[in-house]
């Protein structure tokens, strides 16, 4: 029996040549798996949009590419839409429009968004209606935004639990700025 089984693993034993091949591929694929580790922890990750808070820029099931790496240059600025850490649950990722920059006041008056009591002219802000819910949009209140602080609404306010509801998102929440819905491919389009 143990004859048997030398003679086994002696023909399925690998070769100094085989096994310089099978080395290559498996440094090749620990590399492959660092260099998607970093690019995803600082450079661009995937989401899934989950909800239909974004409609009709992004629906639910849409999956974008987030760029994680321009904040760290810049700020985040009105109109782009964001990815951030929820401030109430810093472990969920929310994705929202970015519609007040601290410090400036922010008002929703007749679905209109005013900074600073003047109406934004912020091409993707201004087609949208927004709506006066939450402790943080009532109807004739103006809200003082902090410093280095931001108001995200979503694109579909009717429908959207965001600044309005639970208050204004730091900047050290900030994951990334959307980019492009790659899937489904019908969708497929940069995001602005």
């Given at each position: 029996m143990y004859s048997k089984i030398k003679t086994i693993v002696k023909r399925y034993a690998l070769n100094p040549k085989t096994k310089a091949v099978f080395k290559e591929y498996a440094e090749s694929l620990l590399i492959a798996l660092v260099l998607a580790m970093i690019i995803r922890t600082f450079v661009i990750q995937a989401?899934?949009?989950?909800?239909?808070?974004?409609?009709?820029?992004?629906?639910?099931?849409?999956?974008?590419?987030?760029?994680?790496?321009?904040?760290?240059?810049?700020?985040?600025?009105?109109?782009?839409?964001?990815?951030?850490?929820?401030?109430?649950?810093?472990?969920?990722?929310?994705?929202?429009?970015?519609v007040g920059v601290g410090p400036e006041n922010i008002e929703i008056r007749d679905g209109r968004i005013l900074i600073n009591e003047e109406?934004?002219?912020n091409q993707h802000i201004t087609p949208r209606f927004y709506y006066n819910r939450g402790d943080y949009a009532q109807a004739g209140q103006t809200i003082d935004i902090p410093e280095d602080n931001f108001f995200v609404l979503g694109d579909n306010s009717g429908n959207s639990?965001?600044?309005?509801?639970?208050?204004?998102?730091?900047?050290?929440?900030?994951?990334?700025?959307?980019?492009l819905i790659y899937w489904p491919l019908n969708r497929l389009r940069l995001l602005k």
């Open positions: 989401f899934k949009i989950p909800t239909g808070s974004m409609n009709p820029t992004l629906i639910a099931g849409d999956r974008i590419l987030v760029n994680k790496f321009i904040y760290r240059f810049r700020k985040p600025e009105r109109g782009e839409i964001v990815v951030f850490k929820y401030p109430q649950n810093p472990k969920l990722p929310y994705i929202k429009r970015l109406e934004t002219n639990k965001d600044s309005r509801y639970w208050g204004f998102v730091p900047r050290k929440n900030f994951l990334g700025k959307a980019l």
